[in-house]
């Protein structure tokens, strides 16, 4: 099993949220080594901070292994804002060492060019209706509660995992037309740059497939998807689900030597464009609009 990467993309983690899966994806992060690390958007929730979320411990330490990538394994960090995390609009754009903060930016790879940005800016309801957009994350946050007791109770019945939100997504016709076609809006965007692919989030729906003749990419999620975006030194993207690893077979890696650095591969863009389960976890979320 492949645990070295020239660039691995992780998006939507939404640290400050219940739902957050903070551990895993620090753990993640413990068991793979790259290049670049992109921090594709909503890494940090700053709507659900702002009404009824908390930070805690297992938030910082998320950063805290960022931190060690860059130190020991000399890792260029690129962090794009998100809609959740648009407070960083005021600081855009920023450069401290090897951590690069921006709005999004163009990644060139085996003379292949790829548009990255969080994906909001293409979503009218986010850009235009920012009420309902907030009334939205309250529905989810919801869902993602009802989601965790389903889950409790089959845990102890025996059963695997279920996602109810992504079980809601395939069956409201309305759901399944939206991400399509938000889908097909950002290839036409990378047609538009004359990029060969384009690599988004926002919408919790990992994919790795072709959308007339651009390369679409989406890391997902890790609040229930648990995934990421990752291409080897030949330049192949694959999609990596956390669920999938067999942690017990990885080997640990010793600190690692230094990575060339890539050469001038990542250039940044600085306009936007178009624009464990705990019984703890199971309480109801507080809502407030």
């Known amino acids: 099993m492949k ?39 909503d890494i940090i929730d700053g709507w659900q901070l702002k009404k009824s979320g908390s930070w805690k411990r297992k938030h910082t330490r998320f950063f805290n292994r960022i931190l060690k990538m860059i130190e020991q394994s000399h890792t260029n960090v690129y962090y794009l804002r998100g809609n959740h995390d648009d407070f960083l609009e005021q600081i855009l754009p920023l450069q401290i060492g090897r951590l690069h903060i921006l709005t999004d930016m163009c990644y060139e790879s085996f003379g292949k060019k790829y548009f990255i940005t969080h994906g909001d800016v293409f979503d009218s309801i986010t850009t235009n209706l920012r009420w309902i957009a907030y009334l939205g994350d309250v529905g989810y946050t919801f869902l993602l509660w009802l989601n965790r007791v389903v889950n409790y109770h089959r845990y102890k ?3 695997p995992y279920f996602s109810l939100s992504q079980y809601i997504k395939g069956k409201v016709k309305k759901a399944v037309s939206y991400i399509d076609d938000y889908e097909t809006e950002l290839a036409k965007m990378a047609k538009a740059k004359g990029c060969d692919g384009i690599i988004c989030g926002h919408i919790h729906k990992a994919e790795n ?81």
């Open 3 to 41: 645990t070295h990467f020239k660039t691995i993309v992780i998006s939507d983690v939404h640290l400050g949220t219940k739902g957050s899966k903070a551990k895993e994806i620090s753990r993640f992060l413990k068991q793979y080594r790259c290049e670049n690390l992109i921090l594709n958007g």
């Open 157 to 159: 019945a025996g059963l």
């Open 209 to 289: 497939r072709m959308i007339d003749g651009v390369h679409y990419l989406n890391s997902g999620d890790w609040v229930e998807t648990m995934s990421a975006l990752a291409e080897d030194h030949e330049g192949n993207w694959q999609l990596i689900f956390y669920r999938e690893i067999d942690f017990k077979g990885m080997h640990p890696q010793p600190n690692p030597t230094l990575f060339p650095h890539p050469g001038g591969n990542v250039v940044p863009m600085r306009q936007v464009s178009f624009e464990t389960r705990n019984d703890e976890d199971i309480t109801p979320p507080s809502i407030r609009l």
